[in-house]
């Protein structure tokens, strides 16, 4: 079973602080996917890394994906409230093209 | 702009009931499916369908049917419901299978 672990589950930061959200497997993905979900509704998706080593920013988040494919991390600078919700990474799976969510981390950021 | 849309939204049921989630999508998506997400857990797939009339099974497909009539409709039924069934059910969808899900907003579903 291919897993994808995410760190941390739960962050909770002060208006203006830095963070960084991992996503780890043993298990090489095409692509990488990070959605952000809000409280009652479905996950919208933010960005999809496709190459190894490969960083996009959107904002003040950045995403990057490991060389080799089995990692990606999520960096927000400056972190506001308006930040705050569920953020869930999925990898597309080399083997079968299947997608695996992480657990996802909560991020609340107070005022 | 309706996406995909589910309903109900919300539902209670005793265990042993039957239901049936309802899931359409207006954007001619082929590839649709069904996660469950629960605390800790993420999302987990349940069924998937790549085309009308093709269904197949994901991570977690015990205790579900799904079928595939239509390009636009993919319910999902519960035969006979169970507390561990307990969950907020998720439909999405996407051109083909290996593009990023468009998601609706969830049925929250409780068996007691």
């Known amino acids: 079973t291919q897993l994808l672990e995410q760190s941390p589950q739960f962050l909770s930061i002060q208006e203006g602080e830095n963070l960084t959200v991992y996503c780890n497997s043993s298990s090489v993905f095409s692509s990488l996917q990070w959605y952000r979900q809000e409280p009652g509704e479905g996950p919208v998706l933010l960005v999809t890394v496709v190459t190894g080593g490969e960083v996009k920013k959107l904002k003040r988040l950045t995403f990057q994906f490991g060389d080799a494919r089995k990692d990606s991390s999520l960096h927000i600078t400056a972190a506001q409230p308006g930040d705050t919700g569920l953020y869930l990474c999925?990898?597309?799976?080399?083997?079968?093209?299947?997608?695996?969510f992480g657990q996802g981390t909560t991020l609340q950021v107070k005022p | 702009n309706a996406g995909v849309t589910q309903t109900p939204k919300f539902q209670v049921l005793k265990t042993g009931q039957s239901m049936t989630l309802q899931c359409a999508q207006d954007m001619n998506h082929e590839y649709m499916s069904w996660y469950r997400q629960d605390p800790g857990m993420g999302l987990r797939l349940i069924h998937y369908?790549?085309?009308?009339?093709?269904?197949d099974q994901g991570e977690v497909p015990n205790g579900y049917n799904v079928s595939r009539s239509t390009t636009e409709d993919f319910p999902l039924r519960l035969l006979s419901a169970a507390p561990s069934q307990t969950s907020v059910y998720f439909c999405?969808?996407?051109?083909?299978?290996?593009?990023?899900?468009?998601f609706g907003d969830g049925t929250r579903l409780s068996i007691l």
């Open positions: 999405a969808s996407s051109y083909v299978r290996n593009q990023p899900q468009h």
């Open positions: 369908s790549v085309g009308a009339g093709i269904t």
């Open positions: 999925a990898g597309l799976s080399s083997n079968t093209g299947k997608l695996i």
